[in-house]
């Protein structure tokens, strides 16, 4: 079976560096970096006594790993507005957090070179349990300042409903 069914004839797998993240309807401005989907489930050993010495194995319970966005420090307030969802210093007592919307649901949108849209993955009740505003800081350093989100989340899921689009045909020179 051919990797790409729409277009047989590409060999290469999407590239990582085409990817965009909504929540709340909107794309999220400045996103560079975001770590892996990942889960991982428990595996259970059991046997009975008249087994042999080796044991069986079943799946247990799944887990799914925090995911971590990054984007350069600027203006826009989307990092700090949610993580104040969570927690909010000096806010009086009982209004530290919003119990109400301090999770959401986000979209990792993945495209081609060509800037198509190839892949979506849908995460699930997200909240965040990390937001780093600053790095450490070094006047003789040449880097830029980059901010930080750690979201928990219940699981993702492929969007099934986004296709795999026709890529353009290669002008002859």
Not at 32 to 41: F, H, M, V, Y
Not at 87 to 110: C, H, Q
Not at 129 to 155: R, T, V
Request: with cysteine; net charge neutral; proline share 6%.
């Amino acid at each position: 079976m051919a990797e790409f069914s729409v277009n047989p004839t590409r060999f290469d797998p999407y590239k990582n560096f085409k990817f965009r993240i909504k929540w709340d309807g909107r794309y999220v401005a400045g996103i560079s970096k975001i770590s892996g989907l990942r889960r991982a489930t428990e595996v259970i050993q059991h046997r009975e006594g008249g087994d042999p010495s080796s044991s069986r194995k079943s799946p247990g319970r799944t887990e799914y790993a925090p995911i971590t966005l990054e984007r350069g420090v600027t203006h826009d307030p989307e990092f700090e507005n949610w993580a104040n969802k969570v927690w909010r210093l000096g806010a009086g007592s009982g209004a530290e957090v919003s119990l109400k919307d301090f999770r959401k649901d986000i979209t990792l949108d993945l495209y081609n070179e060509t800037g198509q849209h190839v892949l979506s993955y849908k995460i699930y009740h997200c909240w965040v349990s990390e937001y780093q505003i600053l790095p450490d800081l070094d006047a003789n350093a040449n880097a830029i300042a980059i901010e930080q989100l750690k979201l928990e989340n219940e699981g993702w899921e492929r969007d099934r409903s986004v296709p795999e689009p026709a890529e353009p045909k290669s002008k002859k020179a």
